[in-house]
């Protein structure tokens, strides 16, 4: 008999094609072989575009509406309090992983952003930095934690503290991080028998977060000549090495798909949202701290106010609905006149130098195929993602040229890449028009498995070049 075809996902974290497409010959020798043979190109990443909910839309092709996941945190219930941090119980449709369990077909499932936890499937899964800290609740089985504890001791799920300025410190933890994933990763590729196998890879997420600056020009502290210039571009010459590894364990007909779940570019700063709200006479505050802090609901005359705002990549904004809220004043005959507003001023907005910003103001209503939970009532790009939300309040000025919440030099972007290669897989080369949405329908397809009607991607082979 025939043996059913085999699949390898590797996910690499924040990869721009930056790093990864427009790396010199020769650079990335196992990635450029199988751009070589197969095909590749940018992978449009979610509306937002960051880890979560990205991992999760791809590995369900749904949107995150349909998934009810706009960020790291979600709010649960109308109230005014801090919002629940996401994990895998969110995610509520078939995973991949699971699609193939029913069809009787075997997974490994190693540091996928919220997939734990997730039902009893026929496999293997191990958490990632988005799972608990507990090394004894991270694996599906459990007993897999033991085993990870001898083969790769002191496994990381994350580097703790990826903002910070002790970049000797946070280079030396990612490395450690990234070997102990990829010796994992070959332990279970030897050890178990899979159908599909999807690792992720959180470093290079965390290489952009901490030394873009060094290697971008248009960074405003970069510095031509640091020793940190090559940092990244090193980093990735390591994961490609490593990749090679795992191309070397799989069976020769494997297919193998190279995916991140968003791109990387340079960050400018961050937007003190709640600030601007209350200059345009949105949010009223009873109370206004002497030095930045996170907004306190005690702190709002929520009797008065009809917008806030959460801080992050990009900036969510509420409304503060009359019949939604506890204090809601905002009646629903005045909600969509109040977003169109507060729309055209954020689009009329100009950075720190006068520049008009070109922010895009955007109702989840008209994003997603469905709205599930409680969504933002806009989701607000400040630049083209040039700049973050902070989620600090009470500063002088609403331009932040430093991130609130430790040094950061870059952040996320629209496009992440994909690179496909397989016997079934044409050597198309570049193409573009491919959604993350469509890793999950490839792979099915790839081994010869029906396509579940509900997932909104398409074979990325059907798309031309």
């Not at 095909?39 to 009810?68: E, F, K, N, V, Y």
């Not at 799989?250 to 400018?268: Q, R």
């Amino acid at each position: 008999m025939t043996e059913s075809p085999r699949l390898l996902i590797l996910g690499l974290d924040g990869a721009p094609a930056r790093y990864v497409f427009d790396a010199p010959p020769g650079a990335l020798p196992n990635l450029q072989s199988l751009m070589a043979r197969g095909m590749w190109g940018p992978l449009t990443s979610t509306i937002p575009p960051i880890t979560c909910p990205a991992w999760a839309c791809m590995s369900t092709s749904r949107d995150p509406g349909q998934l009810g996941l706009y960020g790291f945190r979600n709010r649960s219930s109308p109230s005014y309090g801090p919002m629940d941090r996401a994990d895998g119980a969110w995610v509520t449709a078939p995973r991949l992983w699971e699609v193939l369990s029913d069809l009787g077909r075997r997974s490994a499932v190693l540091g996928l952003p919220l997939s734990y936890p997730c039902e009893p499937f026929n496999g293997w899964l191990i958490g990632s930095f988005l799972g608990p800290n507990d090394h004894d609740e991270y694996t599906q089985p459990t007993s897999l934690a033991d085993e990870i504890e001898e083969v790769a001791p002191g496994y990381m799920l994350d580097v703790p503290n990826f903002r910070t300025d002790d970049k000797e410190r946070l280079l030396e933890q990612i490395r450690r991080m990234t070997d102990l994933r990829f010796r994992l990763a070959a332990h279970l590729m030897r050890s178990r028998p899979w159908d599909l196998f999807w690792m992720v890879e959180m470093g290079p997420d965390r290489m952009h977060h901490g030394f873009w600056r060094y290697g971008a020009p248009d960074h405003r502290l970069h510095e031509p000549g640091h020793p940190y210039e090559s940092a990244i571009a090193d980093y990735y010459c390591y994961v490609d090495g490593r990749i090679g590894e795992l191309l070397d364990l799989a069976p020769p007909e494997t297919s193998v798909m190279v995916v991140s779940d968003h791109g990387a570019k340079t960050l400018t700063g961050a937007i003190s949202m709640n600030d601007w709200l209350r200059r345009e006479g949105y949010l009223v505050m009873n109370h206004v701290p002497d030095t930045p802090a996170p907004l306190d609901p005690a702190w709002v005359d929520w009797s008065r106010t009809r917008l806030w705002a959460e801080g992050g990549y990009y900036a969510r904004l509420f409304v503060n609905g009359q019949g939604r809220e506890p204090q809601g004043i905002v009646p629903s005959s005045e909600y969509e006149a109040l977003l169109a507003d507060v729309t055209a001023r954020l689009r009329g907005m100009r950075d720190h130098e006068g520049r008009p910003m070109g922010n895009r103001a955007m109702s989840p209503y008209e994003l997603y195929r469905e709205v599930r939970g409680l969504a933002p009532d806009l989701i607000v790009y400040l630049g083209d993602l040039d700049w973050r939300s902070a989620g600090t309040v009470g500063h002088r000025d609403i331009y932040l040229l430093e991130n609130d919440t430790g040094p950061d030099d870059a952040n996320h972007s629209q496009e992440g890449i994909f690179i496909l290669a397989g016997p079934d897989v044409p050597a198309s080369g570049r193409v573009r028009g491919a959604e993350i949405y469509d890793v999950a329908p490839t792979a099915l397809a790839l081994m010869g498995c029906p396509v579940p009607l509900e997932m909104i991607g398409r074979d990325l082979r059907t798309i031309r070049a």
